[in-house]
Nanobody, 121 residues
Framework: QVQLRESGGGLVQAGGSLRLSCAAS????????MGWYRQAPGKQRELVAE???????NYTDAVKGRFTISRDNAKNTQYLQMNSLKPEDTAVYYC???????????????WGQGTQVTVSS
């Protein structure tokens, strides 16, 4: 079983920055893609950014040029650096990891518990 633990959320003024971290632990054989989703009140969960095991990244248009996703494969940890934050970035941010817990196990999407990011105007 793989567990994901997020940290780094909080309250920040518009234009400020936050850095989210998501560490994977437990029984890990391999981790493929990792990424972040967010869900604002009354809205559907949406993809924010994702990164492959080889480092290829993908961002939703709303955060391009402001957010940067990265990962440290040795630490099984991913990061989301969020700059120039806007009130519309306010949401609960969830990290995920597509991982295998053993060589015979199928790939599975594991999720963190979510961390609140609030951007005040």
């Amino acid at each position: 079983q793989v567990q994901l633990r997020e940290s780094g959320g909080g309250l920040v003024q518009a234009g400020g920055s936050l850095r989210l971290s998501c560490a994977a632990s437990g029984r890990i054989f391999s981790i493929n893609a990792m990424g972040w989703y967010r869900q604002a009140p009354g809205k559907q969960r949406e993809l924010v950014a994702e990164i492959t095991s080889g480092g290829t990244t993908n961002y939703t248009d709303a955060v391009k040029g402001r957010f940067t996703i990265s990962r440290d494969n040795a630490k099984n940890t991913q990061y989301l650096q969020m700059n120039s934050l806007k009130p519309e970035d306010t949401a609960v941010y969830y990290c995920y990891a597509n991982a295998r817990s053993s060589w015979w196990a199928a790939e599975f999407d594991y999720w963190g518990q979510g961390t609140q990011v609030t951007v005040s105007s």
